[in-house]
């Protein structure tokens, strides 16, 4: 068997969201912590690690602690750009999920982890019963890339719509679900299971139906 990927030292970026493998993450960077380490990231090539608080906020107040989740998703840049001094816009992209094993919070406030790489899903096609949830997800995407025109989409190609484990995890970003629901989904490791329980709130929502 191979041993278990690891990163030592990964800068995470703790936000008020969860990030899904293969999303999409806009991201308006200003605090000192995180300039620093979005740029050591670009020049390097390197990811860093996005986890969900659980307590605190995403912009740093004195005196005020930090609490996040032990699992994650590595982020890779994009594109990044400096419209002005002390403030960058990036475009991050998802890859992998993590698990924390050991964590730091550094002296200026960024936070670092011990992570192990948390296997990615297996491809799974879309049973019949679910394939309304597909249906809807390629109607919306097709709305999106009528009102955006040239600008960016929220999801990226490209398109796997016979994947379950793809169609769920854009479903999981796209719905407005409590960040402790998108978190569990996103700790699932069987992907049909995610679609499964995506499907059920798609259906009491009306947007797709069995």
């Not at 936000?15 to 806009?26: E, I, S």
């Not at 390097?44 to 969900?52: E, Q, S």
Request: charged share 20%.
């Amino acid at each position: 068997m191979p041993s278990v990927l690891t990163l030592q030292s990964l800068p995470l970026f703790p936000l008020g969201t969860v990030l899904f493998p293969d999303g999409v993450l806009p991201l308006r960077v200003f605090e000192v912590r995180y300039l620093d380490m979005i740029g050591r990231c670009q020049r390097a090539g390197a990811p860093f690690g996005v986890v969900c608080l659980t307590h605190g906020s995403e912009v740093r107040r004195p005196g005020a602690t930090e609490a996040f989740c032990d699992v994650g998703t590595l982020a890779t840049i994009d594109r990044l750009e400096t419209p002005q001094p002390g403030l960058m816009t990036v475009r991050a992209a998802g890859t992998q999920r993590f698990r924390i094993t050991a964590r730091e919070q550094l002296k200026h406030g960024l936070w670092v982890a011990d992570v192990e790489r948390l296997p990615q899903d297996q491809p799974v096609a879309i049973p019949a019963d679910l394939q309304p949830t597909t249906d809807a997800l390629a109607r919306l995407i097709e709305s999106l890339q009528q009102r955006a025109g040239g600008s960016d989409l929220p999801i990226r190609a490209p398109w796997r719509l016979q994947d379950c484990g793809w169609v769920a995890n854009r479903w999981c970003e796209l719905l407005p679900l409590p960040p402790a629901l998108k978190q569990r989904l996103l700790e699932l490791d069987n992907p049909l299971l995610r679609l499964e329980l995506v499907g059920d709130l798609l259906a009491r929502t009306g947007i797709a139906g069995g």
